[in-house]
Nanobody, 125 residues
Framework: VELVESGGGSVQPGGSLTLSCSAS????????MGWFRQAQGKEREAVAV???????RYADSMKGRFTLSKDNAKNTLYLQMYDLKPEDSAMYYC????????????????????WGQGTQVTVSS
């Protein structure tokens, strides 16, 4: 699978953005997919992940202002972000790993074998 993120940009505090991750998949496959972010000078952290069946998990600190969704027909993953804060500024990465039907997706970065190039989100006034 190949992943390409888009939708990043600059936004004022309190604003919203929707990130997209387009996945190119050869043949039929089952993957966990998710969004991760890395702020300058900090470690990469999980935002939210979703299973092939649509089961979602959010990192505790990301609950409430981020909404994950997936369009299976378009092989596209979305991350809607609301009420953005300066501390949300980061490079946002889409990632995936192959799994089996019904598996619960992890939030563990090391499980994700395929990563996109990232899209930058900057929140400032």
């Amino acid at each position: 699978v190949e992943l390409v993120e888009s939708g990043g940009g600059s936004v004022q505090p309190g604003g919203s953005l929707t990130l997209s991750c387009s996945a190119s998949v050869s043949g039929y496959s089952i993957h966990c997919m998710g969004w991760f972010r890395q702020a300058q000078g900090k470690e990469r952290e999980a935002v939210a992940v979703i299973s092939n069946e649509g089961g979602q998990r959010y990192a505790d600190s990301m609950k409430g202002r981020f909404t994950l969704s997936k369009d299976n027909a378009k092989n596209t993953l979305y991350l809607q972000m609301y009420d953005l804060k300066p501390e949300d500024s980061a490079m946002y990465y889409c990632a995936a790993y192959p799994t089996i039907q019904g598996a619960i997706c992890t939030l563990r970065l090391s499980d994700y074998s395929t990563w996109g190039q990232g899209t930058q989100v900057t929140v400032s006034s």
